[in-house]
């Protein structure tokens, strides 16, 4: 983290493609199961037919590691996507190029509540990975953003902003009931 920058909140997006390989891995074990019982032909080879429960459940490791090391960060300065456990990609977004934040969202994942945060910059777009509460998330931005000095005063205004919290005339106890509408009584706090 640079000099003066704080964590706001660390997010871990949903994991993605791990359905199919889970479900291929239990059914796999169950049918080695279920034919090393009925079958004595399958149970003495039980050690061959077992490459059978190998594969799948490497892909599902493969995919379980790939979700376990991937994080959004949000700083008072920057958002922060961050790949890997032993070889690391970093992509930081300055927080002073987002000029809107908005959810992609289905239908069917608004009743989940998950779906995807875009980042609108100046020249491009960027997609925050699927998340829960990608609402909550872009608020979150969206308030932080409105504190990042700089060209701020250039972006236009969100629609029912408030100004008190554009001008910075919040207390603490207006910041800390503010997240906990955002993230409820026991969510996350940076």
Do not use: K
Request: charged share 30%; aromatic share 6%; glycine share 8%.
């Amino acid at each position: 983290m640079r000099d003066g920058e704080a964590l706001v909140v660390e997010v871990t997006p949903l994991p993605r493609d791990v359905a199919r390989p889970l479900a291929a891995t239990l059914l796999a074990v169950g049918a080695l199961w279920g034919a090393a019982t009925l079958w004595t032909w399958a149970s003495r080879h039980e050690a061959y037919l077992s490459v059978i429960v190998v594969v799948p459940a490497a892909v599902l490791g493969q995919r379980l590691w790939r979700w376990w090391s991937h994080r959004v960060v949000v700083t008072t300065q920057r958002i922060i996507d961050v790949r890997g456990r032993g070889g690391r990609r970093l992509t930081a977004i300055e927080l002073a190029e987002v000029r809107e934040t908005t959810v992609d969202q289905r239908a069917f994942d608004r009743l989940l509540r998950r779906g995807s945060v875009i980042l609108a910059l100046d020249d491009s777009a960027c997609l925050i990975g699927r998340v829960r509460r990608p609402d909550a998330l872009r608020r979150v931005i969206d308030h932080v953003r409105s504190t990042v000095p700089g060209d701020a005063g250039d972006r236009p205004a969100r629609e029912g902003s408030d100004p008190a919290l554009e001008e910075g005339l919040l207390t603490d106890d207006d910041d800390d009931q503010r997240w906990r509408h955002l993230f409820g009584p026991d969510g996350p706090r940076g």
